[in-house]
């Protein structure tokens, strides 16, 4: 499982628009990018997953460059709703096995 | 659809006693569950991978005989922490693999495990 490097937390506004960028320098061929959303005491949410270039859905857009060794997560327009940890996985589909980093806490203040 | 359900929500026992939480796929049929152990404020840890039929696998460091796993139908798989002690208190959340997107698993709500 390629591991993964993402910001410990990151603070914003309602309204704003949040980035939140994950590195994975040695993902492999066949790796899928997902992202999962966590409020405190549940369990995580899918929000999005991609292979590559842009992939966009009701919640948010992920954008993967050319090389895959990064992608970013783009929640536009946050409300108070969002905050919560986001965690950015890297795997192959077939590989069963998600291993979750430390993921990232996101804070949106009114 | 896609849901996934746990059963308890919370739960407190006696130190020593066993406890078994339940797992539910509700709209889809799931072959391989996966049961994962959150302690606050720190990321999702998996414990093992939960196969219909067959017995589940353990990840490394942790106890099969304490934690043990039964997954007796295509919808349903069981986590029995037997011999609680304290330091089980933790969040304990299932997950079962969709059929749909590629590695996309579909997450319960959890079980809060209180051990006094």
């Known amino acids: 499982l390629a591991k993964t490097t993402q910001p410990i937390s990151m603070d914003s506004y309602e309204g704003q628009e949040v980035n939140i960028t994950c590195s994975h320098n040695?993902?492999?061929?066949?790796?899928?990018i997902t992202w999962y959303q966590q409020f405190p005491s549940q369990g995580p949410r899918f929000i999005i997953q991609g292979y590559k270039t842009k992939v966009t859905n009701e919640v948010a857009s992920l954008f993967i460059p050319a090389d895959r060794k990064s992608s970013t997560l783009s929640l536009p327009r946050v409300s108070l709703s969002d905050t919560a940890v986001y965690y950015c996985l890297v795997g192959y589909p077939n590989d069963y096995k998600l291993s979750f980093g430390a993921g990232t806490t996101v804070t949106v203040r009114a | 659809g896609a849901v996934v359900s746990q059963h308890p929500s919370r739960v407190i026992c006696k130190s020593g006693t066993s406890v078994k939480i339940e797992c539910r796929s509700l709209d889809f049929q799931a072959t391989t569950m996966f049961w994962y152990r959150q302690f606050p404020k720190q990321s999702l840890m998996l414990m093992a991978t939960s196969n219909e039929g067959s017995k589940a696998t353990y990840e490394q460091g942790v106890e099969k005989d304490k934690f043990l796993i039964n997954h007796a139908s295509l919808t349903l798989s069981t986590l029995t922490v037997t011999s609680a002690h304290p330091e089980d208190s933790s969040f304990y959340i299932c997950?079962?693999?969709?059929?749909?997107?590629?590695?996309?698993?579909?997450f319960g709500p959890g079980t809060r495990l209180t051990v006094t």
């Open positions: 997950s079962a693999r969709g059929a749909g997107r590629a590695g996309e698993q579909y």
């Open positions: 040695n993902i492999a061929t066949n790796d899928y």
